[in-house]
């Protein structure tokens, strides 16, 4: 790693670019209470966020919420009174501020499978260990986003770019890459089976250590003349 990578210790957190999306500050102040769309429609806001600070449930990070075994798609975003009372002030859509904030981001372990993130912008962002199987990443941006141990099995990457992107141990079985820029992409124990490649950008990739069976690699594009 160089001098001018970022680390999870300064990297903006799930709890960050939340707050950033609801034009919030001041983090110390504020946790997350992840939230099941069905519960939001049988109890307020109010009653879910005392329930989450009761049982504990009040978090900052994606890796904290992974932990608890919840996904992403909706947050209640809950801000501490001086008296230490939960108390909610908005409900967000954890997809849509990913795909807007997401660039740089520490999102560990985030848990979006499923996920609509077509076009989301998550340039360097930390997605080690992430779960994003079937999502769709449609035109995503990942350009050096770390994606170690990521699950992207069956998931959309339809033009989407992983220029430079650390794909070690990744799980892209089954993805639709068609027209993927894999350009730099570093791909040790990566896993390909069934993806589709056609038209992709692969030159200086290097498909020696990564899991190839059912890929058709001769439908991918080497030719530096064709992208610019």
């Not at 160089?2 to 939340?18: F, H, Q, V, Y």
């Not at 102040?29 to 769309?37: F, K, Q, T």
């Not at 997809?95 to 998550?122: E, V």
């Not at 339809?158 to 220029?163: D, G, H, K, M, V």
């Amino acid at each position: 790693m160089t001098g001018n990578e970022a680390t999870p210790e300064n990297r903006p957190t799930l709890l960050d670019i939340t707050l950033l999306a609801c034009g919030e500050t001041d983090s110390d102040r504020y946790a997350l209470a992840p939230a099941d769309p069905v519960a939001l429609g049988l109890h307020d806001t109010m009653e879910i966020a005392r329930e989450a600070q009761a049982s504990g449930a009040l978090y900052r990070t994606s890796l904290e919420v992974a932990g608890a075994e919840c996904d992403l798609r909706t947050l209640v975003l809950v801000r501490l009174t001086d008296n230490g009372r939960a108390v909610p002030t908005w409900v967000v859509n954890g997809w849509s501020t990913i795909r807007a904030h997401g660039a740089g981001a520490d999102l560990r372990g985030a848990g979006l499978r499923g996920a609509g993130l077509s076009g989301a912008h998550l340039v360097g962002a930390d997605l080690t260990d992430a779960d994003l199987r079937g999502a769709d990443l449609t035109k995503a941006d990942l350009s050096g986003a770390v994606l170690h141990g990521a699950d992207l099995s069956g998931s959309v990457l339809f033009s989407a770019t992983l220029r430079g992107a650390d794909l070690t141990e990744c799980d892209l079985s089954r993805t639709d890459m068609r027209h993927v820029d894999l350009r730099g992409a570093e791909l040790v124990r990566t896993a390909l089976r069934g993806a589709d490649l056609w038209g992709s950008y692969t030159w200086d990739v290097d498909f020696g250590c990564a899991f190839t069976d059912g890929v058709q690699l001769d439908r991918a594009d080497a030719l530096k003349a064709k992208v610019s």
